[in-house]
């Protein structure tokens, strides 16, 4: 069993700054990624960044630039900094981890999800 914990999101103005965190915990030797998706209202959940544990960082075409994800693996925990919002930014952020138990079952996990709005 592994949780994911998100950090609370929050309300913003356009052009201003946030910073997710989600810490992972758990039945875990390894994690393989950890990423970051969003859904908004009435749309599919899309991924917004993912970061492997040896690979290049990968970010949805809408957010780069503006997003960065990183990860600490000594606290099993990824953060999303996001800069520059934009008012289509809104939307439900869910962490996501790939993760090798210590019985090597590979497993897929999702955090509750946590709104950050962007309004002005």
């Known amino acids: 069993q592994v949780q994911l914990v998100e950090s609370r999101g929050g309300s913003v103005q356009p052009g201003g700054s946030l910073r997710l965190s989600c810490v992972a915990s758990?039945?875990?030797?390894?994690?393989?990624?950890m990423a970051w998706y969003r859904q908004a209202p009435g749309q599919q959940r899309e991924l917004v960044a993912m970061i492997p544990s040896g690979g290049t960082t990968n970010y949805a075409d809408s957010v780069k630039g503006r997003f960065t994800i990183s990860r600490d693996n000594a606290k099993n925990t990824v953060y999303l900094q996001m800069n520059s919002l934009k008012l289509e930014d809104t939307a439900v952020y869910y962490c996501?981890?790939?993760?090798?138990?210590?019985?090597?079952?590979?497993?897929?996990?999702w955090g509750q999800g946590t709104q950050v709005i962007v309004s002005s």
């Open positions: 996501n981890a790939d993760t090798t138990s210590f019985s090597y079952t590979r497993t897929n996990s």
């Open positions: 758990g039945n875990i030797r390894r994690i393989n990624a």
